[in-house]
């Protein structure tokens, strides 16, 4: 079968030096060349510390009507491969052939302007994004009952709340129908409904049979929408299959052996010359590097850093987010009075954190590791330390207590304690003479 | 073979049903070679949006300010009063045996749509960067749109040059027809010189602030505040090298029936038009960092 999106040898380079100074004046570029013509002619050649390679070798392909998401941290060129499969610029090597028209949706309200109504950036932003005047007719009423702001329709636009402006923007790309449809993280404005809104709406567009290229750092998401997914690291394709799969693989990456983040170059690692990190280990009661627990077990955090400058007080934070990005909680080694008002010597600090069982909900979260001073300021942070994952093994003693069905839910599963009370009924009240 | 698709009530068409994909792709994205081709074929499939986004320029000026679309009137007229004085009067400038207003007024018409719409092409890549970074269209439909939008004013400033003639009581001829061509081909320069310098204006940002200078430069040596024949004949054709000379003194031959210089307009078409493809060019090779550098 022939695919709808060929991907071969796709690579996009850019010039750091260029990218430092995006645009000149005529007085700088005759300045360098008249100061340094060499220079100028070694740079044409571009040299390998003077140039990023965004993506790299990029090679797949897509079939019509996959929905297919693309994950990565940032930083691993999914905006740019977007940017080159929507035209919006060139790759530098390879080549991308589409078999059906694209339509981009890289931002919500491109185009809108704030002094015009509602009713006009409607049709604006729609001929923006490719449809047509009678197009656009046609689905006016529909668009604008999707955004909810038939009062509005009159009024400048600089006038709505965000969240009316973000539901509008929407919704005009929501009824642009390309055979190729590709999103970028758009799903991450708006309130809780909305997003549902925007999810099932994405749904219904998935479902007619059209080709979907979705990028989000919602797995959540990626994952209800998608059936298949490829994850980009430094511009390469890592993993390119089963979305679940590659989801795992995701939120795996980064980590030299599970559960554990080591640095052992100082240098490389987060930092100042006041304190760097060293490590960010999960370990299991008994003392074992661990990254898999179960909802009723406790476990340990460890983050373990070097002091190199005398004379600061710092405290160490985890900041513990669910699959969604949600901040579930925060917690940091200044709520114990050890270290607090002393300043740190200079060696290598460990600060574990317990936490107990009977508290997370099952699923992958994510660690941020960071060290702060105070006043507040963050001095090495690690966003995505490590990934840990709560399973709900059906042990007994936690909040499940013999209940066998699938759970609900909850960003958190703690065992609460629970009272009963009882009344029997007299005669009269059952209604008996 | 597509025929009637027994559709069960409650589900929807899947794939399969959909017609079949194109043998050749729609769109090839690959690195350009140096010189790349002008796509006319995108910017007619695009052609809407020209108008859309023309209609948004005009509309959205016109709402920002209290005399709206009174400014397209105000510029060339009272250029027009303050030169008669000055120029007209004061300094006693020939104008040809023609009541000096309408002199200046003929050549100011066309002179304030060209520069207008180069000054407003030349910004407009740049101003439109949150576009060109978001949204795939042919870009030449931006610096475009700046000049179909001071196409509209000068059709509104048209309306006061027609209430001169009258009151002047000039007679109109058939040369009157000229002024399409000839408006076209002001379109066409304007077009031509607003689209290269915005190409330029996102890699050298000095264009932005040289603009204004050169638009004042380049008055001076077109024959606005005066005519042609105000130079000695042996150097006349210095000035015929401004393309705009061939065109305002069209402007005044077409108004007012007299002799047309079709040397002059000759020159003028010649180097439009060469512009104008040189322009397109190297608009569509530039083209390919806007995205990276706007």
Sequence with gaps: MQPIIRVKNLGKRYRIGAREAAYSTLRESLVETL??????????????????????????????????????????????????????????????????????????????????????????????????????????????SFAEIEKFLDTPVKRYSSGMYVRLAFAVAAYLNPEILIVDEVLAVGDSAFQKKCLGKMQAVAGEGRTVLFV?????????????????????????????????????????????????DLTRAPGDEVVRLRAVRALNLSGQVANKFNTTEAFVVVLEFCVLAAGHQLSAAFYFYDESGNLIFVTGDFQSEAWNERTRPVGIHRSICHVPGNLLNEGNLSVLAGISTQPYTARAVEPDAITIQITDDYKPGGARGNLTREWPGGTVRPLMTWRFEFDPLSNSELGNS | MIGTVQVSPGSTPKATERPPLPAVPVVIVEPTRFWVALDLRGLWAYRELLYFLTWRDVKVRYKQTLLGAAWAILQPLLTMLIFTLFFGQLAGVPSDGIPYPIFAYAGLLPWTFFSNSVTGSG???????????????????????????????????????????????????????????????????????????????????????????LMQLWMFVSPI??????????????????????????????????????????????????????????????????????
Excluded at chain 2, 260 to 272: E, H, M, N, R, V
Aim: glycine content about 8%; aromatic content about 10%; hydrophobic content about 45%.
């Design chain 2, 123 to 213: 910004n407009s890549l740049v101003g439109s960067s949150n576009l060109i970074t978001k949204v795939y269209f042919p870009r030449m439909i931006i610096p475009s749109a700046a000049v179909t939008a001071g196409l509209v004013d000068f059709a509104i400033a048209f309306v006061v040059l027609i209430g001169l003639m009258i009151y002047y009581k000039i007679t109109v001829t058939w040369t009157v027809l000229m002024l399409a061509p000839l408006t076209l081909l002001t379109t066409m320069l304007a077009l031509g010189v607003g689209m290269w310098l915005s190409a330029l204006n996102v890699k050298y940002r000095d264009i932005r602030y040289a603009l204004p200078f």
């Design chain 1, 35 to 144: 100061r340094a013509p060499l220079n100028r002619l070694r740079r044409n050649g571009a040299s390998d510390d003077e140039t990023i390679w965004a993506l790299k070798d990029l090679n797949f392909e897509i079939m019509e009507g996959e929905v297919v998401g693309i994950i990565g941290r940032n930083g691993a060129g999914k905006t740019t491969l977007l940017k080159i499969l929507s035209r919006i610029t060139e790759p530098t090597t390879g080549r991308a052939e589409l078999y059906g028209r694209v339509g981009s949706l890289l931002e919500v309200g491109t185009g809108f302007h704030p002094e015009l109504t509602g009713r006009e950036n409607v049709f604006l932003n729609g001929a923006i994004l490719g449809m047509k005047k009678t197009e656009i007719e046609s689905k006016f009423d529909e668009i604008v």
């Design chain 1, 216 to 264: 989000s750092h919602n797995m959540a998401a990626v994952q209800r929408l998608c059936t298949r997914a490829i994850l980009l690291e430094d511009g390469k394709v890592i993993q390119d299959g089963p979305v679940q799969q590659v989801v795992l693989k995701y939120l795996d990456t980064g980590i030299e052996q599970r559960g554990e983040r080591l640095w052992n």
């Design chain 2, 225 to 294: 505040i005066y005519p042609v024949s105000m130079l000695p004949a042996r150097w006349r054709w210095v000035l015929e090298l401004n393309p705009l000379t061939g065109i305002i003194s069209g402007f005044r031959a077409a108004l007012l029936g007299r002799a047309f210089d079709w040397t002059a307009l000759g020159i003028s078409t010649g180097i439009s038009l060469a512009l104008l493809v040189y322009s397109a060019f190297s608009f569509r090779r530039m083209e390919k960092s806007f995205a990276d550098i706007v």
